[in-house]
């Protein structure tokens, strides 16, 4: 029989999430490249930020539910194997490949703008760059050499870098590789099949994909929320709103209602079952999984902080990301993630990666009111252990933990485990 769920309680809600989130517990997926594939599957869009202060957004995403992850994987999977490509979907995301053809509307309205624009007005540069990697293989914006800049998006660019970025806007270009973060083109016939370059899909279909995208991604989205949560979903509410109502139609999504959160919420259909399951751990007082509770650090951009408003009202936990609000004016710190045990999001911390100095400092670490980390047993060698992933991950030799008053004896007690 079906599962048949219309109404959830918050304690259930939260349960579920992080169970269809894969953080319960938290890094429990193998140490393999597989790995990261399995989280694909279940969130269908990583968003691609390229701020390394902690590690690139994706690669927390992913660390937070794989054992010993590396980027190397998830470089694999993008620039060998090809089975996850970079393209626009809720901003620059990470999407598998053999969904291309439900992503295409962003190549084609870019290419229909750019053709009347940029391209136009450029026309020998375009030309030229097009024939440098035609001939000469994939290439670096630096390797071409300084140009004049021109007034691109939020901020005057270089002209060689912005023709090279409408490119691959456009569907023209693809990126083969990155540097670092600096990205290296080439043409798209060479990067996929030409099947799938040639394989065309309805436009409304491609934004109903784009709708579902966001309910796989978040869990639990409603209808509202902050504007980036559906940007290029849907052209307006209305066509949000019809596209919504075939994926319900259709028995994609579910609508449940939330205890005490107005409004509807929708579940992927497929992860009912969890939702059932969520309810029966919480009925039996058992932790998340059945399994002895860990510690997650979280993305600025996981998909489970997607929805600020939703944590705000389901978890009682106010997550605004810093990193653009001018540091005068900021309540926490520059890259400051949230702290996640058990189901409860407990404090926050600002970890920074100093490779010169082989370490990983630890700037600052918040506590939520009512929340003691010494009162909850296992507490410190669960947030111990999410540490040190951290610190392997990115490939350093010393912790630096906080030395403030208030922190002393917590701190103590996880140098004392981080010591063994």
């Known amino acids: 029989m079906p599962v048949q769920i219309s109404h959830v309680d918050r304690a259930v809600a939260r349960r579920f999430l992080v169970l269809r989130h894969l953080l319960a517990p938290p890094r429990a997926l193998p140490a393999e490249p597989e790995s990261v594939l399995r989280v694909m599957d279940r969130v269908g869009s990583l968003q691609f930020d390229p701020l390394e202060i902690a590690g690139r957004n994706h690669d927390l995403v992913l660390l937070a539910r794989i054992a010993g992850y590396r980027r190397e994987w998830t470089d694999r999977w993008l620039y060998q194997d090809r089975v996850l490509y970079e393209t626009y979907n809720k901003q620059l995301s990470i999407v598998p490949t053999a969904e291309l053809p439900w992503y295409r509307l962003t190549w084609d309205r870019n290419h229909a703008e750019h053709s009347g624009g940029s391209f136009d007005e450029h026309a020998p ?10 001939d000469g293989g994939p290439l670096l914006p630096r390797d071409v050499g300084p140009r004049a800049a021109i007034e691109w998006y939020w901020r005057p660019t270089n002209q060689v870098r912005a023709i090279l970025e409408a490119l691959s806007e456009s569907g023209i270009l693809g990126i083969a590789r990155r540097e670092g973060n600096l990205r290296v083109y080439d043409l798209v016939e060479r990067l996929f099949p030409a099947e ?4 065309r899909v309805p436009e409304w279909e491609q934004r109903r994909h784009r709708l579902l995208s966001r309910y796989r991604g978040g869990g639990l989205l409603g209808t509202g929320g902050q504007s980036e949560l ?18 319900v139609a259709d028995g994609e999504i579910v609508p449940v209602t939330v205890e005490g959160i107005k409004g509807e919420r929708f579940v992927v259909a497929s992860e009912l079952p969890i939702l059932e399951r969520a309810g029966h751990e919480v009925a039996a007082g058992e932790p998340p999984a059945g399994v002895d509770p860990g510690v997650a650090f979280l993305a600025p951009l996981d998909p489970l902080c997607w929805d600020r408003d939703l944590l705000r009202r389901l978890f009682d936990f106010d997550y605004v990301w810093e990193v653009y609000v001018p540091a005068a004016k900021r309540r926490w710190g520059y890259y400051v993630l949230p702290i ?5 999001l407990v404090g926050r911390i600002e970890p920074r990666i100093e490779r010169r100095a082989e370490t990983l400092r630890i700037a600052g670490l918040w506590w939520e009111d009512g929340f003691d980390p010494l009162a909850a047993d296992g507490f410190a060698a669960a947030f111990a252990a999410a540490v040190a992933a951290h610190r392997d991950f990115g490939g350093m030799r010393r912790v630096a933990l906080p030395r403030t008053v208030r922190h002393r004896p917590f701190l103590t007690k996880v140098r004392a485990i981080l010591g063994r």
């Open 230 to 247: 559906w940007y290029g979903s849907g052209r307006n509410a209305a066509e949000r709103a019809a596209l919504r109502a075939e994926l």
């Open 340 to 344: 996640l045990y058990e189901d409860r």
């Open 196 to 199: 799938l370059l040639a394989q």
């Open 125 to 134: 540069l375009v030309e030229e760059l097009l024939a440098r990697i035609r």
